[in-house]
Nanobody, 121 residues
Framework: QVQLVESGGGLVQAGGSLRLSCAAS????????MAWFRQFPGKEREFVAA????????RYADSVKGRFTISRDNAKNTLYLQMNSLKSEDTAVYYC??????????????WGKGTLVTVSS
């Protein structure tokens, strides 16, 4: 069993930065790719960024490329999302999730409960 707990969300002005964290319990964190997703009100959850088990092969949605950076610290069982140059359209609930595989496949088997990011214009 894996539990994922996101933190770091909040209110920020457009152009500002936030760093989200996702603390994982359980021994499988370091064995799995991880990802961030977000969900806008009334919309489906969408992919934001992913990273492999080892911390390589980062991938990003086009909408965040060049502004967001995903990283992980396997020694701390923690996933991060550094968000810079935030825009009002980044306002959403952000979720971290664990993949079933070592490389990102989109087959997520565990999800956190989310953290709200609000960007004011």
């Amino acid at each position: 069993q894996v539990q994922l707990v996101e933190s770091g969300g909040g209110l920020v002005q457009a152009g500002g930065s936030l760093r989200l964290s996702c603390a994982a319990s359980g021994r499988t964190f370091s064995l799995s790719a991880m990802a961030w997703f977000r969900q806008f009100p009334g919309k489906e959850r969408e992919f934001v960024a992913a990273i492999s088990r080892s911390g390589g092969f980062p991938r990003y949605a086009d909408s965040v490329k060049g502004r967001f950076t995903i990283s992980r610290d396997n020694a701390k069982n923690t996933l991060y999302l550094q968000m810079n140059s935030l825009k009002s359209e980044d306002t959403a609930v952000y979720y971290c999730a664990k993949d079933r595989e070592q490389l990102y496949t989109g087959g997520m088997d565990y999800w956190g409960k989310g953290t709200l990011v609000t960007v004011s214009s």
